[in-house]
Structures are given as structure tokens and as C-alpha cells.
């Protein structure tokens, strides 16, 4: 019996041991003070619309922290982000300091180092202009062509960027590449790219517009002197004078080029005349592609004999 109890009290003391060991282990595991390294993500996501960030930007930090194992053990899988507060910050070059306050830790948790301890970027105001569009023309078209119009879409480019690029540019309006008109006889469309630095690229709505070349053929006026005048629709011998006429035409110029004088029928009606002296004006028969724009002399003296022709 007293075997047994002494058995049973070296259990106990025994049991005792091990429970003490463990709690001793688990309290040294639990608060054991230890240091480890964060990556700490940077949010720029608070940035205002009406400013641009004109500098690469760190996007992780890294933060040494030392505290009891079971806080600083859960940290490591933890995705902590630090904000970044635009509210006092003014555009140009910028130097901010990482504040420890802001990462969110718990407060048993010290942080011994921050690596880089601040940040430089550089920002600027984002300002939206419009600029017209010039366009830049040499040579001239064919000879029998007239330049009518040139239309260019669109007008006007339309910048949204930072205000410095603007203003170290010295910009006002915009020129496209040169348009060549030489001997070109037709109306036609073209493509132009603008001319600009590859820095104001990203900002502005268009890096190319479109032409609309309008050509007419050119209209000149032509004077074909001493027609013949005849008369028509008699039986009479007659006389007209003065016997000839002179003719002003207006068209395009390959419809003057082929038009032939000898074809032009100028008369004098005489249908039902008797014989007399008559004053009439002439009939002409004008080709359908020009006009007539002159007649010398209007009026004609017509004398119609006692005589058959």
C-alpha cells in the first residue's frame, strides 16, 4: 500500500514538471522578443484627378519592426498598405517623409527602421487646352485647275496634361507636315501627321487629322473675233451689216480648248421679211459646255432685195 502511494506522488510530481515545462516553453515561445523585415505596399490611389505624377514612384517600403513572437509572427503574412496623404501637397518636387504612425501596427510592435525613410517624386498640375490646327502647303495645282477649298478634321487638337510641358514649349497651335499641291488636278482626301515633340504624345487627342483637298476646274473667259453672220429663212438676196461678229465665251478650259469657232452658228432670222431695211439681233447656237458672256455688235442692219438669191 505505501509502495503504491509513493508511486502515485511521483506521478503527480512528474506530471507537475511537465505541465510547468510546457507552460515555461510556451510563455518563453509566446513573448520571445524578435525583430523581422515587412515589404509594405504604397497606395498612390488617392492622387487627384487634376494632377500627374511626373517621376517613377517607390511602390514598396521596407520596415524593420521588434516585438513579442505571437504579434510579429501573424505580420509576416499580412498585406499592410501605407497611404499616401495628397491632401498638403504641392506640385513640383516633392520630399515626404514615411510616417510611422500610419502602418497600422499593433502598439506593442516598435519599428526600428524604414528603408527609404522618405520619398521624392515629382508632380504636376493636369490642365486641358485646345490648340488650333495649321496646315502647311507647297507647290500649286495643274494649270486648268483652281484650288476651292481644303478642310481639315479636326481643327483643333485638344491637350489634357501637365501644365509644364505646355508652358517649356512655348506651344500656341499646331502644324501638320507639308501638303504637296504640285500639278495635282483632282479633288482628293489625305492623312496628315502633326507636327510635335514625342513628349506631348500621350496628352493629345490627335496625332494625325485628315484633309479634304477641294479642286474646280479653273473657268476663263475667251474672245473669238469675226464670226460670219448669216441669215436664214429667206428667198431675198440680202445684206448684213456689219457682216461679222465678235463672241465672248466663259467655261473650263478644256471646253475653250475644244471649242471651234467655224462651228458656232450665228444667223439673223429673216423669216417673213419682205424686202427692206431691217434692223435685228443675231440667233446664236451656243455649245452646251461653255457660255456666252458678250456679243459685238448687238444690233444689225439687214437690207432684203426686190431679187431672189
Known amino acids: ?68 513572437k505571437y504579434l510579429v509572427e501573424p505580420l509576416r503574412s499580412l498585406d499592410i498598405v501605407y497611404p499616401i496623404n495628397f491632401s498638403n501637397i504641392k506640385t513640383g518636387m516633392v520630399e515626404l517623409s514615411i510616417d510611422r504612425n500610419k502602418f497600422n501596427l499593433p502598439e506593442e510592435i516598435e519599428i526600428l527602421n524604414i528603408d527609404p525613410a522618405s520619398l521624392s517624386f515629382q508632380i504636376e498640375r493636369i490642365v486641358e487646352k485646345e490648340f488650333p490646327v495649321r496646315l502647311s502647303v507647297s507647290g500649286t495645282p495643274a494649270q486648268s485647275c ?56 500621350p496628352f493629345v487627342s490627335k496625332r494625325i487629322v485628315r484633309v479634304n483637298v477641294t479642286l474646280n476646274e479653273k473657268i476663263e473667259t475667251r474672245e473669238y473675233k469675226n464670226i460670219r453672220v448669216s441669215g436664214q429663212n429667206t428667198p431675198y438676196r440680202y445684206k448684213i451689216r456689219p457682216p461679222t461678229v465678235d463672241l465672248t465665251f466663259e467655261g473650263r478650259i478644256k471646253a475653250l480648248q475644244e471649242l471651234n469657232p467655224k462651228t458656232v452658228n450665228v444667223y439673223v432670222d429673216l423669216q417673213g421679211l419682205k424686202p427692206g431695211v431691217y434692223a435685228r439681233r443675231v440667233k446664236i447656237e451656243v455649245p452646251g459646255n461653255v457660255s456666252l458672256t458678250g456679243v459685238r455688235p448687238e444690233i444689225f442692219t439687214i437690207t432684203l432685195y426686190k431679187s431672189f438669191r
Not at 481639315?152 to 509644364?164: H, M, V
Open 1 to 68: 500500500m505505501i509502495k503504491k502511494q509513493r508511486r502515485y506522488s511521483l506521478w503527480i510530481i512528474v506530471s507537475l514538471c511537465i505541465v510547468i515545462g510546457s507552460i515555461a516553453f510556451y510563455y518563453k515561445q509566446r513573448y520571445q522578443q524578435v525583430t523581422a523585415q515587412l515589404s509594405v505596399k504604397l497606395d498612390w490611389s488617392q492622387k487627384p484627378e487634376d494632377i500627374t505624377l511626373m517621376s517613377e514612384v517607390v511602390e514598396l517600403v521596407s520596415v524593420e519592426i521588434k516585438g513579442y
Open 146 to 201: 483652281v484650288l476651292s477649298e481644303i478642310y481639315l478634321k479636326p481643327g483643333i487638337i485638344i491637350f489634357n496634361g501637365p501644365e509644364s510641358i505646355i508652358k517649356n514649349q512655348n506651344i500656341s497651335e499646331f502644324f501638320t507636315r507639308e501638303l504637296l499641291l504640285d500639278g495635282v488636278s483632282e479633288s482628293f482626301s489625305k492623312e496628315l501627321p502633326l507636327i510635335m515633340d514625342e513628349s506631348l504624345v
